[in-house]
């Protein structure tokens, strides 16, 4: 059976290759010009890279949005998907809706932990949510010198001071 099918793919011919005294007998192999061949048109490569889109989105939503296993899983370039998210809208708003679905997701996590009584996560919370009440580890300092000139130094307590953070407005 196997035999027959190759057949139906490949017709064999002999040829007859003389050189000098001495004749060689070879046989060559060549495709069966009834088999098809796959051609590369525009519209098969519009519909291969639409399949490698929906695959990418597939494995996007099933990493929870991180990129480097999502191209491992599909076979594409790093590079290609920045380039989808450039070009193509649609791509682009279906990533971002896997990335906001990530942060809901993420943010469950950190609302179970607070409710555990994690205080590390609680004082995270506070201090990037409740700056108004005095959390946060950065200080807005304005100052004025004689001249009315002001000057608005941002102070983050958990680096060193650094005499380039002081801005002139």
Known sequence: MEKENKKLTQRKSKATLTNGDSEQKTEITEPNPTT???ETTLESVKKRIAENKAKMIDALSKSLGLVSPAIRSVGIDRDTHYEWLKIDPDYAKRVNEIKESRIDFVEGKLSEAINNLNPTLIMFYLNRHAKSRGY???ADIVLQDESGKV???VQNFGDRF???????E
Do not use: E, L, M
């Open 36 to 38: 098809k061949r796959k």
């Open 136 to 138: 946060g580890r950065d």
């Open 151 to 153: 000057f608005k130094i």
């Open 162 to 168: 650094d005499d380039s953070s002081a801005k002139s």
